[in-house]
């Protein structure tokens, strides 16, 4: 399974962007997925998680409100919606099973100015 994620990139605070995840392999639909990001200098995080049915979902209190998550299984492709951006959310963000069960794709910069 490869991970290949896209759609960062350097935004002003305020700002939205949609991170977008293509996944190989045939297991995309049956597994809960997630986004997660890593800051500098801090541990990778789980941000947001989506289950294999769309069904449920989960939002670190940081990014509930802001932040949503959404797949397309037909597409093997998971998506982050992200709005009203802060500083804070700057860090490289990574798509994956939840809990992890792929090795890590590349990420992508999202990068906040203030």
């Known amino acids: 399974v490869q991970l290949v994620e896209s759609g960062g990139g350097l935004v002003q605070a305020g700002d939205s962007l949609r991170l977008s995840c293509v996944v190989s392999?045939?297991?995309?639909?049956?597994?809960?997925m997630g986004w997660y990001r890593q800051a500098l200098g801090k541990q990778r995080e789980l941000v947001a998680a989506?289950?294999?049915?769309?069904?449920?979902?989960y939002y670190a209190d940081s990014v509930k409100g802001r932040f949503t998550i959404s797949r397309d299984n037909a597409k093997n492709t998971l998506y982050l919606q992200m709005n009203s951006l802060t500083p804070e959310d700057t860090a490289v963000y990574y798509c994956?099973?939840?809990?992890?069960?792929?090795?890590w794709g590349q990420g992508t910069q999202v990068t906040v100015s203030s």
């Open positions: 994956n099973a939840d809990p992890q069960l792929y090795s």
């Open positions: 392999g045939r297991t995309f639909s049956i597994n809960r």
């Open positions: 989506i289950a294999s049915g769309a069904g449920s979902f």
